[in-house]
């Protein structure tokens, strides 16, 4: 019994002082890299509201088809689709057009995106930056982001939803 005292002991300390950020993965070289990093794809939608309900949404498999593209030098990428008029699974192009992306990790599941935009009614460039409400990974290879959106429609808060996403 006294030589299992010090062992969980020893344990207990390992445990507690292991590293939770979940946002960084070891390459096997010494190195880690942020899990944001790789093409991910649209999974689904799930809205929460302050009187308790949940409504949850499956991308479609053109929807599915859509990519945000996260890459080690800061770039990202993002391809979206949706059917056209005809049923047809295209490339979604809306005015003002995303052009480019860059991504940094300012703090846990905390990331500043920063969109350029060309906007073809005024020909201009437009820059958006904004700071993730919050991200999160799930087994490796399963990222949630999260947006607080606070709406108030007929009495009910739309208090926020997570779209989730899954690495390919």
């Not at 929807?63 to 047809?88: A, K, M, T, V």
């Not at 990331?111 to 935009?117: F, G, R, V």
């Not at 490796?140 to 429609?153: F, H, K, S, T, Y």
């Amino acid at each position: 019994m006294k030589n299992i005292i010090p062992l969980i002991i020893i344990v207990l300390f390992i445990s507690c002082s292991k590293n939770d950020d979940n946002s960084n993965i070891e390459t096997g070289t010494g190195t880690t890299i942020d899990q944001i990093i790789g093409e991910w794809q649209p999974l689904k939608q799930v809205d929460f509201y302050d009187n308790g309900n949940i409504d949850s949404y499956d991308y479609t498999n053109c929807q599915r088809q859509s990519r945000s593209i996260f890459e080690s030098d800061g770039n990202f990428d993002f391809f979206n689709y949706n059917p056209d008029s005809n049923g047809n699974c295209v490339i979604t192009i809306v005015n003002p057009v995303f052009q480019s992306g860059t991504w940094e990790k300012v703090a846990e599941g905390k990331y500043k995106i920063t969109s350029i935009y060309f906007d073809n009614d005024t020909q201009q460039t437009e820059t958006q930056t904004y700071i993730t409400d919050e991200i999160s990974f799930l087994n490796g290879n399963i990222m949630r982001w999260r947006v607080d959106v606070g709406e108030v429609n007929n009495g009910v808060t739309f208090l926020y939803y997570y779209t989730e996403f899954i690495k390919i």
